[in-house]
């Protein structure tokens, strides 16, 4: 694998957050990696609806959206969205190639696709471990409980950090 796979890897795998219990990307993402505008984009997949059931894409409700806000540092553009985001599922990413034909939308795909795969196979990878972890704390005696507690915070995700007001603070 040539090096500017593994930077597009990275790229694309800190591009896939978890909503509504899926993997997802957020449109404005996939634009900029497909190389298109967020709205052009979004009046493909409106075009062509039928392609896009709620379980391959949908918009994020306000809560969501703040969600997403605090976990994205940097918001570019002219001052924020004027829709709410629309994300798109394994699935959906996948149907985005059917109404995105540039040779750079195929490529992008290609690599979309094998992010989720890794990250289904580090997921699955995670269960795995934490099924054995529960095997061997039930073989062992409970001095070993303290480092089973550390070993299973190790293995959780970080809440993400919220985020801090921008001002300054009355007293």
């Known amino acids: 694998m040539n090096k500017s796979n593994l930077i597009a890897a990275n790229v694309i795998e800190r591009t896939i957050y978890s909503i509504r219990g899926h993997r997802v990307m957020l449109d404005a993402d996939l634009a900029n990696l497909y190389g298109v505008t967020t709205s052009n984009l979004n009046k493909a997949v409106v075009r062509n609806a039928k392609r896009f059931p709620t379980d391959f894409a949908f918009q994020v409700t ?8 605090a976990s994205v540092v940097a918001v570019k553009g002219r001052g924020g969205r004027r829709k709410p ?4 599922t394994e699935q959906g990413v996948a149907m985005l190639s059917t109404v995105l034909h540039s040779p750079r939308a195929i490529a992008v795909n290609i690599e979309i696709m094998r992010a989720f795969v890794r990250l ?13 972890l529960d095997l061997m704390e039930a073989k062992y005696d409970k001095q070993f409980s303290v480092v089973f507690e550390a070993i299973r915070q190790l293995m959780t995700e970080p809440e993400p950090p919220k985020p801090t007001p921008i001002g300054f603070k009355t007293t």
Do not use: M, P
């Open 62 to 69: 306000a809560t969501e959206a703040d969600n997403l806000q």
């Open 85 to 88: 985001a629309r994300v798109f």
């Open 120 to 132: 289904r196979h580090l997921l699955a990878t995670n269960a795995d471990l934490a099924r054995r």
